[in-house]
């Protein structure tokens, strides 16, 4: 069994950066695949951003280019760099690791979830 944490959210204006982090409970995170999420309120998850098997970046085409995903398996932790935040970026963003696709309903294990709210 993984947890999952996320912690970074908050509250931020249109062109700032946040740094969003996921803490995994379990050694184990370091064989499993990762990926980050965003869910928009009375919607569904949609994919942000993961990291293929060989470790390369894969990102939705409204976030290329402003965020950069990056794990570090010694601490067992997984990152999203988010810059040039925009108002269309708010939504609660959730960790996630089990598999190699974009498609969320494909993950094993999730976070709780942190807001991120941006300010236009």
């Known amino acids: 069994q993984v947890t999952l944490v996320e912690t970074g959210g908050g509250l931020v204006q249109a062109g700032d950066s946040l740094r969003l982090s996921c803490a995994a409970t379990?050694?184990?995170?370091?064989?499993?695949?990762v990926a980050w999420f965003r869910q928009a309120p009375g919607k569904s998850h949609k994919f942000v951003a993961r990291?293929?098997?060989?470790?390369?970046?894969v990102y939705a085409d409204s976030v290329q280019g402003r965020f950069t995903i990056s794990r570090d398996n010694a601490k067992n932790t997984l990152d999203l760099q988010m810059n040039d935040l925009k108002p269309e970026d708010t939504a609660a963003y959730y960790c996630?690791?089990?598999?190699?696709?974009?498609?969320?309903?494909?993950?094993?294990?999730w976070g709780q979830g942190t807001q991120v709210t941006v300010s236009s």
């Open positions: 379990s050694e184990t995170f370091s064989s499993l695949s």
């Open positions: 996630a690791a089990g598999a190699y696709v974009s498609d969320p309903a494909a993950y094993v294990y």
């Open positions: 990291l293929t098997v060989d470790g390369t970046p």
